[in-house]
């Protein structure tokens, strides 16, 4: 698919003048929604600009890239405008856009479109190419430059792959490029570093994992041929295959800024060995904590979309059921009974989710069944005198789960050493035999042990917070004031965790209370906005809007630029707010059944009105507090 395919003259507006980020955002989506991509212009905008809370789209030389993959999509598309002028669109280099591409991908369609849109990234890469573009009179003539460099550039690439063809000797260094969606970044990134390694005179090849797969693949030969690798991803890549290279590992971002300062680290000798089989980390300089803190989030973030889905199914049961069931209430009609079954399923499966995708991440693959294992074994508390679990009073849940994943990891790594000097005609034998067998069978004796004591840990801990009464209002601000702290960080994620595994143990009130103070500080930041205008300026009044549809949907991360702009004034008043309205749920008795969702999930809240009350006081709170405490601008 060409480029040209995807861009049509409706969809191009050239020497067009606006004041900020969020005008250039709407004009395109304007011009994307004449073109016919679209279906709903909210719903797609709404894309964009969750995109764009991640990391700015502005990639610097002037280009902006906003992108979105989204149910709002039709067909995939692009729409493009020029602003000789230039707008501040917080660009990673912090200078204005001028030249822009909108990228409109459908959920769930096929890829052929992104390799056409991998293919513009590059291109916007050239500078004569920008220029041409910038200067053109007429739509027609903007895509009939697109189309003579696209077609330049394919005859480059054939070239390049017929003289690869006949190269004997490997590339320097070799590169692997990854962004979370895939679309933009990862090719940018790719592009910057090969073009950096040739002009240093230091063969560089690019692999790129995007939303269509791997592209341009790094092989065995070359990977052993190479003076070093550089990593430039935000998200994981395969990394066993470059155990014992030197190797750096950076944000995406730094691939498209940096390229000749990563090179030179490699060309230095200025980066560490990497040893896969010691599970050793793949950035440079990363912590034990940093360590713990991103195999803990692969097993939340895996092991989320089942507790999401049962707990809503579970509640939808409670919610047709009659209420005269007494003590059969949820299941005492077939429908109720349907949806608590199915529900319950995909909610049983939290556990071993939970502990495999952790082993996983510590392990790779070998993990996996091991962790799986840990995570049925946590939930049965089977032992040694009980294996199957008949006679217990408390089973280890969440917190055995969550230490048998990171067990059941380095059991594996144990493994991988003790076994390394086997016969290598053993090697495919490794993984499919020794490691699970031998690995599951560690992981019995391990929980069978420790699972008594897990049991009585998680059930004393299950106790004391249902026995808490009155004084769970503490827990409850506590609980909810972390999730304003660092709006997503590790605090958050810790009183996330901790109320989303005591979901297991039946305990409804603290994920209430953790849900309502993550909604808060978006709804801080959207209140505030609204009526305190002489507060905020004229950008930061329009994307305060956005807060009130993140606050509502418990994407706490929508107050972050705020909090990044004026930490000394938005992070306290936020965590006051969320505090309240943690305390108050906790306060009201409020529950939750599903951890994520905000009000859209109000059919799985207890005491719902109360619930809303507590969201809104700690909201108003907050906002007072900020907009009294923060200087008006000046004038």
């Known amino acids: 698919m060409k480029i040209t395919e995807l861009l049509d003259v409706r969809a191009i507006d050239l020497n067009v003048s606006v004041a900020s980020k969020d005008e250039a955002i709407d004009h395109l989506v304007d011009l994307m929604d004449k073109s016919g ?16 809370a991640q990391t700015s789209t502005g990639i610097g030389e002037g280009i902006a890239i906003p992108h979105a993959q989204v149910a709002a999509v039709k067909k995939a598309g692009l729409a493009s405008m020029t602003v000789p002028a230039g707008v501040d669109y917080d660009s990673l280099d912090g200078q204005p856009a001028k030249l822009f591409f909108m990228i409109a991908a459908p959920e769930g369609a096929g890829n052929v479109h992104l390799q056409a849109l991998a293919k513009l990234s590059m291109l916007l890469m050239n500078e004569e190419f920008r220029t041409r573009l910038m200067a053109a009179k007429t739509p027609e003539e903007f895509l009939s430059i697109i189309d003579d460099e696209e077609s330049k550039r394919d005859a480059e690439e054939a070239a390049e792959k017929a003289k690869e063809a006949k190269q004997t000797t490997g590339y320097k260094v070799l590169a692997v490029t990854a962004c979370p969606t895939g679309i933009a970044h990862t090719f940018m990134a790719a592009e910057n570093l090969t073009k950096a390694g040739e002009a240093m005179g230091y063969p560089l090849k690019a692999e790129t994992n995007g939303s269509e797969g791997v592209g341009n693949a790094l092989t065995a030969e070359e990977i052993a041929a190479a003076d070093g690798i550089i990593i430039a991803a935000d998200k994981n890549v395969e990394m066993a295959r470059f155990d014992g290279k030197p190797l750096i590992s950076v944000p995406v971002t730094e691939g498209i800024r940096h390229p000749e300062e990563l090179i030179n680290k490699i060309r230095n ?28 989030m692969n097993g939340v973030s895996h092991m989320l979309p089942f507790v999401v889905a049962g707990g809503i199914l579970i509640a939808i049961a409670f919610l047709v ?10 299941s005492s009609t077939p429908l109720a009974a349907w949806f608590k079954a199915i529900g319950g399923v995909a909610f049983d499966m939290m556990l071993p989710i939970l502990s495999g995708f952790i082993a996983m991440s510590i392990a790779d693959r070998p993990g996996l069944a091991v962790g799986f294992v840990g995570g049925l074994l946590a939930k049965s508390g089977a032992t040694f005198a009980d294996p199957f679990a008949t006679k217990i009073s408390a089973t280890p849940g969440f917190l055995g789960a969550l230490l048998y994943g990171f067990v059941a990891g380095w059991i594996i790594l144990l493994l991988k050493k003790a076994l390394k000097g086997l016969p290598k005609s053993l090697e495919g034998v490794k993984p499919i035999l ?8 560690l992981m019995g004796v391990f929980a069978s042990a420790v699972n008594p004591i897990m049991g009585i840990i998680n059930g004393g801990l299950t106790s004391f917070l249902n026995g808490l ?3 769970g209002i503490i827990l409850g601000i506590v609980a909810g004031g972390m999730m304003s702290i660092d709006m997503g960080g590790p605090f958050n994620k810790a009183a996330y965790v901790t109320a989303t595994g005591l979901l297991a143990s039946g305990n409804y009130t603290l994920m209430a209370s953790v849900m309502a103070g993550g909604m808060v500080p978006p709804l801080v930041i959207a209140l505030s906005t609204t009526f305190f205008k002489d ?12 807060n009130y549809v993140m606050g509502l949907s418990f994407i706490s991360e929508g107050a972050i630029p705020f909090a990044a702009n004026d930490p000394v004034h938005v992070i306290p008043s936020c965590v006051l707010g969320s505090a309240i309205a943690g305390g108050l749920s906790m306060a009201f008795n409020c529950t939750l059944r599903a951890p994520h969702g905000g009000i859209f999930v109000i059919a799985t809240i207890g005491n719902w009105p109360m619930y809303i009350a507590s969201i809104a006081i700690g909201s108003i709170v907050g906002a007072v507090v900020l907009s009294f405490w923060k200087k008006p601008l000046e004038k």
């Open 469 to 471: 009464g009155q004084y």
């Open 269 to 296: 000798g200025q980066a560490p060995i990497y040893h896969a089989e010691e599970g050793a980390s793949a950035s440079t300089g990363s912590s034990t904590a940093q360590g713990f803190y991103k195999h803990l």
């Open 37 to 52: 991509k679209i279906s709903d212009k909210a719903a797609y905008k709404k894309g964009i600009l969750a995109r764009e």
């Open 535 to 546: 507060k905020w300026t004229e950008e930061e009044r329009n994307a305060g809007l956005v």
């Open 434 to 441: 020794l490691y699970p067998l031998l690995g599951v069978a």
């Open 321 to 330: 059921d009659g209420k005269n069931a007494g003590a059969n209430f949820g």
